[in-house]
């Protein structure tokens, strides 16, 4: 034991979760700590690791603002659960369905009668002072009652070991899906210890969820659509949201993906609106409508509030529901609970005293040295304040604020946080961090089921006091000990799905998510065209044997505007391929690429999400890094090796549903528009009489090998331009691009009943019917070379100006969904 504790320090004034005041290890540890023992200091520093690597692999994250290691920090979990036992957890979870049930009774006061404002139990100050009280949902009843369908609470223990409540969390509590997370990786990490400890499993809990949103969605005989309604991936918790949709079968949608038409909610989809019966939000309340809560924002939906007031939609939770988590009302709770239930609350609140009443200012004001003063409403922007740090000048203004304003403060207790062990892994031993534990429950038929177990948060540093994600902490499992080998509990199908109903496309497919399908599939390819051609010269450059060569491929990198005209070549390079202000540059085009990718994040699969994430981490690199030519060349190989990874991934692991056709429309619009561009300024150069200019372009059209192994010889104008243009087997050829893009188009035209586009076609013949025999007579003699040349150049001009408005009129038709009439007023 020692091995493991000689850097454990059992301080007093805490609760130890693993171990008891003497230094013993507390019962429901022991299998843990004895198995812990038996490991030594590399195996579970690689344990760590291994699961350390797990979870940015599955590209878990948490997104901290202004983060220097980045907008998408990976999540951090720890390789220890925190282990409660099955008694303790009966309490628990007993007053976490009873806080629930009463919070649901305060909220259906509020907005209902306001007898508990009336008769003096809650101040109306409290509640109407809020930002989070909406009257415009006063007198709203959502079906059979229930507003609060979601509920956690945030939980710290006294040293004596009870567990009180700190918080309440009733908007959109968030970390559930984080929760489900941390069990699927960590019960890898341990597989036998956590079926030996008979831990209880989780899939219970999300299978009520799914039957609760279900059940009280509206609608009479319609199978019900639910939404998780997101505010887009710079949300913190945007992982979760994404990874919740999916393991719930929810469409993820953002504002913008829902109208509402006659005071219904439909989704946007690529094949028409599609009505939604329930969404479950994680956006904020005052955000949700625009035209009746708040005017600035651009993540609701216009109108939602109206049709949740008609019955045609259910909103988890009510909106308004934030009203609950003021911490001013903890003190409030007691009292109501027992006016309402005649019940005394199991989970007691911490300490907590609203100034809004002279009594209790004026004993706040006097044990200021013992309190921390929290804002009573969200529209301050403060954070706590711990009465002890203060100076005698801090404290004297911060007496004349809060008598200045007594009701927009509250003051409580400063919480002992619990002490729990971490690995720390540098010096291969055991650490005691500060926790606190969140908890959730969910709306049943029969009252309120508290999820077993919950998302333990830690803290950053030894000494620290208190516990945030949004500061560094770190997070454990949570395993709740059953008394019995748990029964297996799976996901259930929500109804029996028959031959009948059988779909071979996906009929929820929001617009937006197609738009940014065909945007990334558009970006694959525009990021793997600039690496090849900035690779090319990049390896001239260091090679510095054929400087007309390199002056070629110079000169048509600064034709397609993929290089800066000014400056030193060495200078331009650099701004090319990392350039902050040059918009153009692959970093730009690779940051666009990510941009893109998060918005389908949903669409893709886990392995093609790890190419994504590597191909972001050298990214990252290349932001970073001081610039060597040399390394950044090796860095250009890699990058196209992971975008030809990405290009598999797009051909061999995604249904062939509208998004995937999408996606490769993106990326066939854009690799035809790259190769028309590219050759007819080829065709422009001098370097078309250069064997060395002509070995770059098959190299810059990924076609050398097939190139040497047809033709067993130097490169030559005629075969290069018939393997780069005229070749309908090769998919680097224009008329392979071409003949592709026009199919699709037409696909797309008969599946949507719409007219044909046939710009395409014309050229196709063009293509088809160049003679390259006429380049071999000019060649002889017998015609000009130029004039020829000149007329293959007019043709793939042509060619990448057609593609543009090709790509325009599909963004406008099913993106935008303008029709063909409008479209000539929208071009005018």
Same mark, same amino acid.
């Given at each position: 034991m020692s091995d493991l504790l000689d850097r454990y320090p059992l301080s007093g004034g805490s609760y130890h979760?693993?171990?008891?005041?003497?230094?013993?290890?507390?019962?429901?540890?022991?299998?843990?700590?004895?198995?812990?023992?038996?490991?030594?200091?590399?195996?579970?520093?690689?344990?760590?690791?291994?699961?350390?690597?797990?979870?940015? &692999?599955?590209?878990?994250?948490? +997104?901290? $603002?202004?983060? %220097?290691?980045?907008?998408? =920090? !990976?999540?951090?979990?720890?390789? #220890?659960?925190?282990?409660?036992?099955?008694?303790?957890?009966?309490?628990?979870?007993?007053?976490?369905?009873?806080?629930?049930?009463?919070?649901?009774?305060?909220?259906?006061?509020?907005?209902?009668?306001?007898?508990?404002?009336?008769?003096?139990?809650?101040?109306? &100050?409290?509640?109407?002072?809020? +930002?989070? $009280?909406?009257? %415009?949902?006063?007198?709203? =009843? !959502?079906?059979?009652?229930?507003? #609060?369908?979601?509920?956690?609470?945030?939980?710290?223990?006294?040293?004596?070991?009870?567990?009180?409540?700190?918080?309440?969390?009733?908007?959109?509590?968030?970390?559930?899906?984080?929760?489900?997370?941390?069990?699927?990786?960590?019960?890898?990490a341990f597989p036998e210890l956590y079926r030996d400890l008979k831990v209880e499993h989780m899939a219970g809990f999300f299978r009520t969820v799914q039957d609760t949103m279900s059940r009280l969605a509206p609608g009479a005989q319609e199978t019900p659509l639910v939404v998780l309604l997101t505010p887009g991936r710079f949300n913190e918790s945007y992982f979760e949201h994404l990874y919740l949709a999916r393991q719930l079968g929810y469409p993820l949608v953002e504002g913008s993906d829902l109208t509402v038409r006659e005071a219904t909610v439909y989704l946007k989809t690529l094949s028409g609106l599609r009505r939604v019966h329930a969404i479950m939000r994680r956006l904020d309340d005052d955000f949700c409508d625009p035209l009746e809560l708040r005017t600035d924002s651009a993540l609701g939906v216009p109108g939602l509030l109206d049709a949740v007031r008609q019955g045609n939609v259910m909103v988890a939770n009510a909106l308004g529901s934030g009203v609950l988590e003021s911490p001013g009302l903890l003190g409030f709770l007691p009292r109501i609970c027992e006016h309402l239930y005649d019940e005394t609350l199991i989970l007691p609140s911490i300490a907590t005293w609203w100034c809004g009443e002279p009594p209790v200012l004026a004993q706040a004001l006097e044990r200021l040295d013992e309190l921390v003063i929290k804002p009573a409403f969200p529209s301050q922007n403060f954070g706590p304040v711990f009465g002890r740090d203060l100076n005698t000048i801090q404290r004297q203004a911060l007496t004349e604020r809060i008598q200045a304003r007594p009701y927009a403060y509250v003051a409580q207790e400063m919480a002992q946080l619990s002490q729990a062990p971490v690995w720390h892994c540098q010096g291969g031993h055991l650490q005691p961090r500060a926790i606190g534990m969140r908890v959730f429950a969910v709306a049943a038929a029969d009252g309120y089921r508290v999820l077993p177990g919950g998302l333990t948060r830690v803290a950053t540093d030894a000494d620290a006091e208190v516990v945030s994600m949004q500061h560094g902490g770190a997070s454990k499992d949570t395993w709740v000990l059953g008394e019995h080998a748990p029964v297996g509990e799976q996901w259930r199908a929500q109804r029996t799905i028959g031959a009948h109903d059988l779909v071979r496309m996906d009929p929820y497919l929001p617009s937006r998510v197609v738009e940014n399908l065909f945007w990334f599939g558009r970006y694959c390819e525009r990021c793997d065209g600039s690496a090849r051609l900035l690779r090319i010269i990049l390896g001239r450059y260091l090679d510095g044997d054929d400087p007309h060569a390199l002056q070629a491929a110079v000169d048509l990198a600064e034709n397609l505007n993929l290089l800066p005209e000014e400056g030193d070549l060495r200078e331009r390079l650099l701004m090319a391929l990392r350039g902050e202000d040059w918009a153009f540059s692959l970093r730009a085009n690779l940051q666009r690429l990510q941009w893109a990718a998060f918005q389908v994040r949903s669409k893709l699969s886990r392995e093609n999400w790890q190419a994504l994430g590597e191909l972001q981490r050298e990214s990252l690199a290349l932001e970073t890094q001081v610039p060597d030519l040399g390394e950044l060349l090796d860095f250009l190989n890699r990058l196209v090796m992971n975008l030809a990874a990405l290009s598999g991934f797009a051909l061999d692991d995604m249904t062939r549903d509208e998004g995937w056709r999408f996606l490769m429309i993106g990326r066939r619009i854009e690799r035809l528009q790259f190769l028309s561009n590219g050759l007819s300024a080829f065709l422009a150069s001098d370097a078309v009489d250069d064997q060395a200019g002509l070995d770059w372009l098959l190299e810059l059209g990924n076609s050398s090998i097939t190139y040497r192994s047809r033709y067993l010889a130097v490169p030559q104008l005629i075969p290069v331009l018939d393997l780069l243009l005229l070749d309908a087997q090769n998919p680097h050829a224009v008329l392979f691009q071409l003949k592709l893009v026009a199919r699709a188009v037409r696909r797309l035209s008969d599946e949507f009943d719409m007219p044909v586009d046939r710009a395409l076609e014309p050229l196709i013949e063009r293509v088809a019917r160049f003679d390259l025999g006429t380049l071999e007579n000019a060649l002889f003699g017998e015609a000009s070379v130029r004039a020829v040349l000149d007329g293959l150049r007019s043709l793939l001009q042509d060619i990448a100006s057609v593609s543009v408005q090709v790509s325009d009129r599909l963004a406008l038709r099913h993106f935008v969904h303008v029709d063909d009439v409008s479209q000539q007023t929208v071009s005018v």
């Open positions: 979760e693993m171990l008891e005041a003497d230094g013993g290890v507390r019962p429901h540890w022991r299998r843990l700590f004895e198995q812990l023992q038996r490991s030594a200091p590399g195996q579970l520093s690689q344990r760590q690791a291994s699961l350390t690597r797990q979870i940015q &692999e599955n590209g878990v994250t948490y +997104n901290v $603002y202004a983060d %220097p290691k980045g907008a998408d =920090r !990976p999540w951090e979990l720890d390789l #220890l659960p925190h282990i409660i036992p099955a008694h303790e957890w009966r309490q628990v979870a007993a007053g976490i369905a009873q806080r629930a049930r009463l919070l649901n009774a305060v909220l259906a006061d509020i907005y209902g009668p306001q007898t508990l404002i009336a008769q003096g139990l809650l101040p109306a &100050e409290l509640i109407f002072g809020h +930002n989070n $009280y909406l009257w %415009p949902c006063q007198g709203m =009843r !959502p079906p059979q009652g229930t507003f #609060l369908h979601l509920y956690a609470a945030d939980l710290a223990r006294t040293p004596d070991g009870r567990w009180w409540v700190t918080a309440d969390r009733t908007q959109a509590p968030s970390g559930a899906g984080y929760a489900l997370e941390n069990r699927m990786s960590l019960s890898r």
